[in-house]
């Protein structure tokens, strides 16, 4: 749950404005949001936590204007994340699954087809 990670993604799955008419050469508008989610990071140590800070909050802003608007999914995460005023890294999923079962939860989120669309 990083506001970052979901600019990244969307850039990925709908292109940028930036890059004009080659923007849909380059997209990718099957993929999927695998990355951390508000039920993955339950018990998750405290540590993992990063309060969100003034840019987090105005990206956060951004994204709401843009990308979150045409995804719901999405914006609920995002939501989530406003909400508990606080980010986590992909990193953070260690603390809760250790090194094996990060691997173990990753592999069925996949096979379970457990992923944002």
Same mark, same amino acid.
């Given at each position: 749950?990083?506001?970052?990670? &979901? ?9 940028? &404005?930036?890059? %004009?008419?080659? *923007? $849909?050469? =380059?997209?990718?508008? *099957? ?19 990063? $309060? ?9 802003? +951004?994204?709401? +204007?843009?990308?979150?608007?045409? +995804?719901? $999914? ?11 005023? *606080?980010?986590?890294?992909?990193? %953070?999923? =260690? *603390? ?18 457990? =992923?944002?669309?």
């Amino acid at each position: 749950m990083d506001h970052a990670g &979901v600019a990244i993604l969307g850039l990925y799955k709908w292109g940028s &404005v930036r890059m %004009g008419l080659e *923007s $849909p050469r =380059y997209a990718v508008p *099957s993929l999927m949001w695998l990355g951390v989610c508000h039920d993955m990071l339950e018990g998750a140590d405290e540590e993992v936590w990063q $309060p969100l800070t003034d840019r987090d909050r105005a990206m956060i802003g +951004n994204l709401r +204007n843009g990308i979150l608007q045409h +995804n719901a $999914p999405w914006t609920q995460e995002v939501d989530l994340m406003e909400e508990w005023g *606080s980010k986590a890294e992909l990193e %953070g999923l =260690y *603390s809760v699954y250790g090194f094996a079962g990060f691997s173990e939860m990753l592999a069925q989120r996949v096979l379970q087809q457990e =992923y944002l669309q």
